[in-house]
């Protein structure tokens, strides 16, 4: 095939150039990465999570070392909303790539109100809800575990923006498909699936959590498996696009996100050890699209039972 296929994806009415979005919590405002990456190359940015009041975050250690990942219990330390768009966000306005903002919160009014200020920015082109919070209305019940909590906060926020909203599912529930059917149903644009997976490490000579927090949440490689079953099951669930995450590496993994429905993945963890990580994957997804002859994205997402049928055009994927 001649043309060079395209990466171009759409969540809801925001149109990004490549699939790759950078997980909150893991990329900064981007920074630290400009010199290490091309920031033209990738999707978008979704900031660190935010909360109405400002947080200093969990008790040291907050990060621990797990086979195939890490564990991490920050606790949404940020600086609170007011601080974070007088004095930080127009800084972040000059990144060459689309900015996602992330709200974090406590009630239903919580997520609202900082939805409404930071759509109202333009530096932010679209809104993500971290539900994996406690509702200290309901005995710390996480919103993201419950379908009626997680539709009242979309609705909640949906009423405050049209900008695209993603709604950021949590793994640790029974039934993620009934979650992500709330998210839609309430307004959602878009689900991103999966947040980090709830663990604990203990130190065998102390006989102490390692974790500060004593849990923490796990992500990379070692959830992938975990991640692609949520997405999987979400996708048959709902219409609306899925931005999958969880471990994602190298091209494969990205591709198994994509064949288990997802119309977008997101990068996390990978960047602390490797920021050139979602170079590398755009680079090598548009090759491999040119090389069994796919257009574009669309032809692989959600894919996973249908099989490769057109082998006489396809000679392998190692040249
Ligand atoms: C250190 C750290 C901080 C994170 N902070 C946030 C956050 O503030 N908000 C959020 O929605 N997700 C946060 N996450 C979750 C990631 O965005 C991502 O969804 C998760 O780690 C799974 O993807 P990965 O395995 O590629 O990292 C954080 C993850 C890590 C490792």
Redesign the pocket.
């Known amino acids: 095939m001649s043309t060079v296929p395209s990466l171009a994806v759409r969540l809801g009415s925001l149109e990004l150039p490549y699939p790759t979005l950078m997980?909150?919590?893991?990329y900064g405002t981007g920074e630290e990465f400009a010199p290490l990456a091309d920031l033209t190359r990738i999707g978008a940015i979704v900031l660190?999570?935010v909360t109405r009041l400002p947080r200093l975050g969990n008790p040291m250690p907050r990060?621990v070392h797990t086979p195939a990942g890490?564990l991490?219990a920050?606790g949404?330390q940020n600086p609170g909303i007011d601080w974070y768009l007088e004095r930080e966000l127009h800084k972040y306005a000059e990144r060459p790539c689309k900015l996602i903002g992330?709200v974090?919160g406590f009630s239903v009014d919580d997520y609202a109100r900082v939805c409404e200020r930071l759509a109202a920015r333009a530096e932010i082109a679209a809104v993500?809800l971290?539900v994996?919070c406690p509702n200290v209305a309901s005995e710390g019940e996480t919103f993201g575990c419950d379908p009626g909590l997680t539709a009242e906060v979309v609705r909640a926020a949906r009423s405050t923006t049209d900008k695209t909203l993603i709604v950021?599912l949590s793994p640790n529930v029974t039934d993620i498909a009934a979650v992500a059917r709330a998210a839609e149903a309430a307004g959602a644009d878009a689900l991103a699936v999966?947040?980090?997976v709830r663990g604990m490490a203990i130190d065998v000579d102390a006989w102490r959590p390692r974790l500060g927090n004593v849990a923490g949440?796990l992500?990379?490689p070692a959830?992938r498996p975990i991640a692609v079953l949520a997405v999987y099951e979400a996708a048959q669930a709902v219409r609306i696009p899925i931005v999958g995450?969880?471990?994602?590496e190298t091209l494969t993994d990205a591709l198994e996100f994509f064949l288990a429905g997802a119309s977008a993945i997101?990068?996390?963890?990978?960047n602390f050890t490797d920021p050139r990580v979602p170079g590398r994957i755009v680079t090598e997804l548009q090759a491999y699209l040119a090389r069994r002859g796919l257009a574009d994205l669309g032809a692989l997402v959600g894919k996973a039972n249908q099989g490769f049928t057109t082998p006489h055009q396809y000679e392998g994927d190692e040249g």
Do not use: F, Y
Request: with cysteine.
């Open positions: 997980g909150s919590g893991c660190k999570s990060i890490m991490n920050i949404l992330s974090a993500e971290n994996s950021k999966i947040n980090t949440g992500s990379g959830i995450q969880g471990g994602i997101s990068i996390g963890t990978a």
